[in-house]
């Protein structure tokens, strides 16, 4: 079943490390800013023009964005009730200081004027370099060949580099190079599709103070509610050219220096501009001005070529450790590496921000962190860049407190109860059902968690973080459910809505259920094991939330008596109580143009109906996969494809990984290839508000995880590969406990070979092998 999504077209040319596009149409413009979007966890920028953009409207959106810079206001409600949301929050568009125009005499260069001769824009994957080369022919016949290389640094992380250069082609005469830093920015306003835009109108950003000298601007403003400082700096420098004359001046915050040249044919212009984006939640307020002052004297005495190495030397180390090798297929080849460089630009690595929806693409979504990340996002991070994969959990205990008002707000009770969308860790859903709800997102990070320890043996961060988090977020789980009478006594839980969006408030939705019960089995064991080998660790988190014995034994108690829904008859697995009780959504008379459903339909019409907007039961079958039988798994999943509209970007994946384990390969193969090229090729339609990580992410597990069959449990690694339909191979690289190590899938057989450390076991299928340190095991592949 083929729902919501666009008739396939591949913009832009195939490219096995590169994004390639060779003509200019206003037509595509609006997603090639999303797809040409460069960041590095802290600071993103959309691939908009240096020139700016005189386009059809609606065909463009300026934006720079810093993880996690937001403005919070309050939310209004005509009608309110207690412990609804109190407060939203956005992420905001910063000042655009990558502003270039050219003039030529009199003649302003735009792609909307004179003639566009030749034309190229790429995304260099493997350097992290975005690259455009234009040549223009002025409406009076002056023709000048135009070259850009942007870089957002991976060696300074508030700080962008333009290297931007001139060469007139046919005449002598006058050119000016005007770069500008411009304060008048806003956010994308709410539009009827509730995944894009904000509340919040006009300009969020004010003006506390300007600076203009000889090549340099700085604009410190402060937002509204929030107080949060942002400092905006430019800087240029001349590299070539004969500059004859310079000029500065401001039009309120658009601030402007303007460079004349004595142009020559054939002789090239070239001018560096360092762009720098301090905040005072990372810098004290009182040092910003000073900071930017020493960062961009660093930047001019080291230059860009430094700044390119070190680019080049985080992007070769992110590849070395990261890159999965396609064999048969070019088209997916280019979009799981442009995928995976998304994510990498897009995760936050300081403990303190996460990564959005959208990561720095685009304001889809207000830039708010979802459960996305941890079962999405972080596991592809735990098996390639750990570090990265600590630092987005860590961000989740430094957000504990205000999980833990949220609960006492609700419950005024001890514990923690994590929200479905925020930035600073509060709430920020108004709409509760598919917000406050959600209480599973607990069990989400619980079990990110268990899987980054059992991937790394990081037993440190389970002492001073993730223990904490495990046990304060157990605690919800005894006042949503509750002890049933009769015999056996079951353990169920009342009035939440599970991760499928199209169902909400129900009993005993099996994906919560299934994820509690392995929650509290594993708080329960790993309060007795922190007891057992570290006694003053336990003592010392137990006094400071107040944990007893009794409780654990009730957390087990639960664990044992979850009660998991089972439709005997279907041998299927119902999504909650009532689910299967109510009629199946009319598939076959809703028009082609109404998916998403969400856009054309009240929310209660889908409630009442037999239609999932994703992954539900599936996605605990593939969470959870050693608690459900090889029949269980293949009944579960064809039920579901049945009355699944795939709606969220989160759901083909999941049903790829189940199809690949049950043997529907080629199913598995269709689902893997529309999520790989998801953004690349729009096919959700809406890649132009901003990228998709989960996705992004999706493709990686669906590969990992459901061709090469890799699960990890406190036995280790096992793997039980097989090779999408279409491929004549693969390969990737995994981190595990230390050890990096590359597997390579063929028609004849799986290569697994040691890259660094010590060694380690794993299981290929039931059998176990110890790979040694410079030792390559290779195994004969099962047929299918």
Not at 145 to 170: H, K
Not at 185 to 206: C, F, M, W, Y
Not at 432 to 442: D, L, R, S
Not at 529 to 539: G, K, M, N, V
């Amino acid at each position: 079943m083929s729902r919501n999504r666009q008739q396939k077209k591949i913009f832009y040319k195939v490219d096995p490390w590169k994004i390639i596009e060779t003509d200019f149409d206003p037509q595509t413009n609006f997603l090639s800013e999303t797809v040409f979007s460069l960041g590095n966890g802290n600071l993103g920028i959309r691939g908009s023009f240096e020139e700016g953009y005189d386009g059809p409207a609606g065909t463009s959106m300026e934006g720079t964005y810093l993880n996690g810079f937001f403005e919070k206001v309050p939310i209004h409600y005509d009608e309110t009730a207690y412990g609804y949301a109190t407060h939203t929050e956005t992420m905001l568009n910063v000042p655009n200081g990558k502003l270039i125009q050219l003039q030529i005499e009199d003649e302003v260069f735009s792609l909307f004027t004179g003639t566009i001769e030749k034309y190229r824009r790429e995304l260099d994957l493997q350097q992290g370099i975005l690259r455009r080369y234009t040549r223009w022919v002025s409406p009076r016949g002056k023709i000048v060949d135009i070259e850009v290389e942007r870089m957002v640094s991976f060696a300074e992380d508030s700080l962008v580099l333009i290297r931007y250069a001139v060469t007139p082609v046919n005449f002598n005469g006058t050119v000016q190079v005007i770069s500008m830093l411009d304060g008048h920015v806003h956010n994308q306003t709410a539009e009827n599709d509730p995944r894009i835009g904000t509340s919040l109108t006009g300009q969020t950003l004010k003006l506390e103070k300007l600076e203009q000298k000889e090549d340099a601007s700085k604009l410190l403003q402060v937002t509204t509610h929030s107080k949060l400082q942002v400092l905006s700096c430019i800087h240029n420098l001349i590299e070539s050219g004969h500059c004859i004359n310079r000029m500065n001046h401001a039009h309120g915050q658009m601030l402007v220096h303007r460079y004349t040249f004595a142009a020559k044919m054939g002789e090239r212009i070239s001018l560096t501009k360092s762009l720098l984006y301090l905040r005072s939640d990372r810098v004290p307020p009182d040092q910003l001005w000073e900071m930017a002052d020493t960062i961009l004297e660093t930047v001019k005495q080291q230059g860009w070529a430094h700044y390119h190495m070190v680019q080049r030397q985080v992007m070769d180390d992110f590849w070395m450790h990261c890159d999965i090798d396609i064999a048969g297929n070019d088209e997916l080849q280019q979009g799981l590496r442009f995928n995976l460089f998304h994510l990498f630009q897009s995760a936050g690595r300081d403990g303190s921000t996460n990564i959005a929806a959208k990561g720095l693409t685009g304001e889809g979504y207000q830039g708010h962190y979802f459960w996305d990340s941890e079962i999405y996002i972080v596991p592809f991070f735990i098996y390639t860049q750990p570090w990265i994969a600590r630092k987005l959990l860590e961000y989740r205990f430094n957000t504990l407190d205000q999980a833990r008002r949220r609960a006492h707000t609700l419950f005024r009770k001890k514990g923690a109860l994590f929200p479905w969308r925020t930035i600073t860790g509060i709430e920020c859903s108004s709409y509760y059902p598919a917000g406050t709800a959600q209480y599973h997102i607990n069990a989400d990070i619980v079990h990110a968690i268990r899987q980054y320890e059992m991937a790394t043996g990081d037993w440190e961060f389970i002492l001073n973080f993730g223990a904490e988090i495990i046990f304060e977020t157990a605690r919800i789980w005894l006042y949503i459910g509750a002890f049933s009478g009769g015999s056996p006594q079951r353990f169920c839980i009342f009035t939440v809505t599970g991760p499928d969006e199209y169902t909400a408030l129900v009993n005993n939705n099996f994906y919560t259920n299934a994820m509690a019960k392995s929650h509290l089995n594993y708080a329960a064991a790993l309060a007795k094991r922190i007891a057992r080998e570290d006694d003053e660790d336990f003592s010392r988190i137990s006094r400071k939330i107040d944990l007893g014995a009794e409780e654990i034994e009730q957390w087990q108690m639960a664990a044992d008596a979850m009660y998991l829904p089972k439709d005997e008859e279907r041998g299927i697995h119902p999504q909650d109580d009532s689910f299967l009780d109510k009629p199946v959504w009319p598939f076959d008379t809703t028009p082609e143009n109404h998916y998403p459903l969400l856009l054309h339909y009240h929310p209660l019409d889908i409630y009442r109906h037999q239609v999932c907007k994703q992954a539900d039961v599936v996605l605990a079958l593939y969470l959870l996969h050693d608690q459900f039988s090889h029949e269980e798994k293949k009944r579960d999943l064809a039920y579901y494809e049945q009355v699944t509209t795939h709606d969220s970007s989160l759901s083909r994946c999941i049903f790829s990984i189940i199809g690949a384990e049950t043997g529907d390969t080629e199913k598995a193969s269709s689902h893997f290839l529309e999520t790989a090229r998801l953004d690349l090729d729009n096919l959700q339609g809406n890649a132009h508000h901003g990228i998709h990580t989960a996705s992004m992410a999706g493709t990686w597990l669906s590969l990992v995880n459901g061709f090469a069959g890799m699960r990890i449990s406190e036995e280790g690694l096992r793997f039980s590969p097989q090779i999408p339909v279409g491929l004549t191979g693969y390969s990737f690289r995994i981190k595990f406990r230390g050890n990096c190590f590359k597997v390579n899938v063929s028609v004849q057989e799986t290569t697994v070979k040691l890259l660094e450390g010590d060694g380690f076991e794993f299981y290929y299928g039931d059998e176990k092998f110890l790979l040694l340190p410079e030792e390559s095991i290779q195994l004969q592949r099962k047929r299918e």
